[in-house]
Every structure is written in structure tokens, then in C-alpha cells.
């Protein structure tokens, strides 16, 4: 990629694809603290932007539903208000993308807990640490009954056995995932040391070669068999991965988005 091409300051993005249906929502950051959520269609590539929010989102305890329908994540924003309130200053969310707005919420502790992971559809992980008591959850409108199965664990595990191993990923090495297509195209991930600026090296091996995907935040296979990636606030795609990285197509450009108060349609205010 031609370096002139790239935004000063690009937008950072992380995608969780859901399981059985062709949905992904992408996590959006930038400017600041600002983060938006956007839906994402796999089959026919449309994005469909939603709420921004003025705080923090978790990346690593985050989760879509498998249907695509429900997500669930652990924010943050600290100020006087959020110290003084019910919930406080960190919450575990349940909300329909691309909105952010709450129809389950309970209090967390972003150092010990929160968040989940969708078992099924109807089945959800709540991740507690057992000395902050989840209090029951605001729901609207169903007044504190959830048409799912909750489980609160004080045992988050691994990132690995969380996000990526449901979705098609193995262990290999130290701190290394590897996911193998029929194709016999394999795409690898590495643990890079903390301080690394994108934490992770992605490296795709197709007939016999490798290709390293450079500055990507993230890469994955999609429902349609394509490597796509994110790099430099844009999402990229490579429909036949088993010819490497050749026709590189861009599906779409982040960067130029300002934050903005949308307000969530009714349908988003229910389960």
C-alpha cells in the first residue's frame, strides 16, 4: 500500500463476525476516545453506520450473537455522573447493531470482568468478578425478564477459546492461531510483544508461499471465503485468497466520519 495513500491519523477498527449468518459489526475508533459501531452485511457488502459513544469499548470480551442480531460488549466512561449511579462507570451491554443503546444492562469491573460471549442465540456468558455482585439488569421494555439463558462466570478464560476457536481458529506455537480452508489456503496469526504497535502479525500461506499483511489490526476469512482485513481505517478483501493477495479490493473507507448524536429507532429498544 502506497504510504501517501494513508491518513495521518486513521481510524482503528476490530471486527467480530457472527457465526451462522452473513452479519459482522465493526468497531470504529477515532477521533479520541470516540468509538462507533457499524453493521456490516458480508453478502452483499453494505454497511449500515450507527451510534457513537464518548468512552471505552473492549475489544477482547466483546461477542455477536451467531444469528447477528445481538451484541454484547463492556464499556467505560469515567466521570462524576457514572461515579454516582447505579451501574457506575463500567457496564456489560446487550444491544441490537449498529446501535449502542442498552436493552439489557448490568454494572462490571473493566480490571476483573466484563462483557460476555453468545454460546447459541439464546444462551449468553456474563463476566463477573465474584467480589462486584451483578445487580439485576435495566431492560426495556421487559422489566428485568431476558428471553435467553444467562450464566455469570467469574472464569473469562481465553481470548482464544472466547472469539476464535467457535470461529474456525486453532492453537499453534506459542501465542500463535492458525485457521486452514479446504482450498488449502492457511491464514496465521501471531502474539507480537505488547508494546508493538498493532499487537498481532497476520500472515497468509497459499500455494507454498506467504504473504505477511502488513499494519492490519485485523484479519479474518469471511462467510463468502474471502480474507478480509483491516488496515489504516479501511476494510479490504481478497475474493480468491488461494491466488495470495492479488485484486485487492477496498469494500470501504472509515477515516472521514465525525461523530454525531443518533438517536436508536424503537425496534432497538427491545430484545
Known amino acids: 500500500m502506497d504510504s501517501s495513500s494513508q491518513p495521518t491519523h486513521p481510524a482503528r477498527l476490530h471486527v467480530v463476525l457472527a457465526r451462522d449468518a452473513h452479519v459482522a459489526v465493526i468497531l ?13 452485511s458480508t453478502d452483499t457488502d453494505t454497511f449500515e453506520r450507527g451510534q457513537w459513544f464518548n468512552g471505552a469499548i473492549f475489544d477482547n470480551t466483546c461477542d455477536l450473537s451467531p444469528d447477528g442480531e445481538h451484541f454484547v460488549y463492556c464499556a467505560r466512561k469515567l466521570n462524576r455522573r457514572n461515579l454516582m449511579s447505579d451501574v457506575g462507570y463500567c457496564w456489560t ?11 439489557a444492562l ?45 450464566v455469570v462466570t467469574t472464569n473469562v478464560g481465553s481470548y482464544y477459546d472466547l472469539m476464535l476457536k467457535p470461529r474456525g481458529w486453532h492453537m499453534f506455537g506459542d501465542e500463535g492461531y492458525i485457521k486452514k480452508l479446504q482450498s488449502g489456503v492457511e491464514l496465521k496469526q501471531q502474539q507480537l510483544p505488547y508494546d508493538h504497535e498493532f499487537g498481532i502479525e497476520y500472515t497468509l500461506r497459499s500455494r507454498g508461499r506467504d ?14 471465503g474471502r480474507l478480509v482485513f483491516a488496515r489504516d481505517g479501511k476494510l479490504y478483501a481478497v475474493t480468491n485468497p488461494k491466488n495470495g493477495i492479488e485484486n485487492l479490493e477496498v469494500l470501504a473507507d472509515f477515516n472521514v466520519e465525525k461523530p454525531e448524536a443518533i438517536p436508536p429507532p424503537s425496534w432497538a429498544l427491545h430484545w
Not at 480490571?111 to 454460546?119: D, L, V
Not at 504473504?211 to 463468502?224: A, G, T
Open 28 to 40: 470504529r475508533r477515532g477521533p479520541s476516545k470516540w468509538v462507533r459501531l457499524i453493521k456490516w
Open 211 to 224: 504473504y505477511s499483511l502488513e499494519r492490519v489490526e485485523w484479519c479474518d476469512i469471511d462467510h463468502n
Open 93 to 103: 451491554t446487550v444491544s441490537r447493531p449498529p446501535f449502542l443503546t442498552a436493552v
Open 106 to 150: 448490568w454494572n462490571a469491573v473493566p480490571s476483573n470482568g466484563g462483557g460476555g460471549s453468545f454460546q447459541s442465540n439464546n444462551h449468553l456468558s456474563i463476566f463477573s468478578d465474584s467480589i462486584w455482585p451483578l445487580r439485576l439488569p435495566f431492560c426495556r421494555p421487559l422489566k428485568g425478564s431476558l428471553p435467553l439463558n444467562i
